[in-house]
Nanobody, 122 residues
């Protein structure tokens, strides 16, 4: 069982930066893949970035070069550094944990946080 808590969301102007954190509980957190997803009002939840236990990462196309996912297993925490933010990045951001290899689909993630809201003003 893994519990996840996101933090770091807020209101930022276009072009600005935010760093989201995902604090995980349990000794097994370091063995899980962590993914970041986002859901904008009226839209489906979409994959943003993922990081495996060995720090292999992958990204959705629109955030490549702007977002960076990382993790610190000594702190049971994963991060999403978001730079050059755009109004279309506005959404609630969720972190999730999966036992699968390189999962991008939400159905492959068993554990979810409650989300943190990011608003990017133009």
């Amino acid at each position: 069982q893994v519990q996840l808590v996101e933090s770091g969301g807020g209101l930022v102007q276009a072009g600005g930066s935010l760093r989201l954190s995902c604090a995980g509980s349990g000794r097994t957190f370091r063995t899980y893949t962590v993914g970041w997803f986002r859901q904008a009002p009226g839209k489906e939840r979409e994959f943003v970035a993922g990081i495996q236990w060995d720090s292999i990462t992958w990204y959705e196309g629109s955030v490549k070069g702007r977002f960076t996912i990382s993790r610190d297993n000594t702190k049971n925490t994963a991060y999403l550094q978001m730079n050059s933010l755009k109004p279309e990045d506005t959404a609630t951001y969720y972190c999730a944990a999966s036992g699968a290899v390189r999962p991008s689909g939400a159905s492959l993630y068993a554990y979810w946080g409650r989300g943190t809201q990011v608003i990017v003003s133009s």
